[in-house]
């Protein structure tokens, strides 16, 4: 089992950067592949990225690439999501994910293949 705790969300102006920590407790982190969701009032979750249990594997949603950064520490038990050039569209609450795999070959983007779940930090990007 995993445990979840995101953190470094807050409110930034458009044009901005942030750094979101995901930490994890739990035996199977370093087996994990990691992914990072968002979700803006309204509407559904959205993948954003994912990064596989070796971190030699990455994967970005689109509308993202070139913005956002996925990294991990497994020494640290933890993953970054490093976000530059922010927009007010950013805005959502961001959550990591972990699929509940050990060393999975499949980078998945889609929610329902995550098993647990962080509670979310929130990101607010002022115009």
């Known amino acids: 089992q995993v445990q979840l705790v995101e953190s470094g969300g807050g409110l930034v102006q458009a044009g901005g950067s942030l750094r979101l920590s995901c930490v994890a407790s739990?035996?199977?982190?370093?087996?994990?592949?990691i992914g990072w969701f968002r979700q803006a009032p309204g509407k559904e979750r959205e993948f954003v990225a994912a990064?596989?249990?070796?971190?030699?594997?990455?994967r970005y949603e689109d509308s993202v690439k070139g913005r956002f950064t996925i990294s991990r520490d497994n020494g640290k038990t933890s993953v970054y999501l490093q976000i530059h050039s922010l927009k007010p569209d950013d805005t959502a609450v961001y959550l990591c994910a972990a699929d509940g795999n050990s060393y999975g070959s499949i980078l998945n983007s889609a929610a329902q293949r995550y098993v647990y779940w962080g509670q979310g930090t929130q990101v607010t990007v002022s115009s």
């Open positions: 739990g035996r199977t982190f370093g087996a994990s592949n």
């Open positions: 990064i596989n249990w070796s971190g030699r594997i990455i």
